[in-house]
């Protein structure tokens, strides 16, 4: 498995922006789809955003999607979730995971279950 490592959450107002980091372990992270999840108090994990392991191809939430992007890092093994206008809807603790159980696939999954690595996640806090 790999080893994932958040951050970049914190307290902002409605209408702002943050960028969080996924920062990951291993030489084989390129070949992973990767995801963000988030979970509110009192609510399940629910899929924000993932993407396949070349890039290539991008999936949202109905939620977050034209205020959200997934990017890969270039050259370090890291991801970003680019969070936009921000709603209070958002605060959330935000989760990275890896499906590292199929190297270069073809599917990008948006469930929980698709994915078997995790991070300890980092709470993103929007008020009104």
């Known amino acids: 498995q790999v080893q994932l490592v958040e951050s970049g959450g914190r307290l902002v107002q409605a209408g702002g922006s943050l960028r969080l980091s996924c920062a990951a372990s291993?030489?084989?992270?390129?070949?992973?789809?990767m995801g963000w999840f988030r979970q509110a108090p009192g609510k399940e994990r629910e899929f924000v955003a993932a993407i396949s392991w070349s890039g290539g191809s991008t999936y949202y939430a109905d939620s977050v999607k034209g205020r959200f992007t997934i990017s890969r890092g270039v050259v370090k093994n890291t991801v970003y979730l680019q969070m936009n206008s921000l709603k209070p809807e958002d605060t959330a603790v935000y989760y990275c995971a890896a499906d590292t159980a199929a190297r270069y696939s073809v599917v990008v999954v948006t469930t929980t279950l698709g994915y078997d690595s995790w991070g300890q996640g980092t709470q993103v806090t929007v008020s009104s």
């Open positions: 291993g030489r084989t992270f390129s070949s992973y789809t």
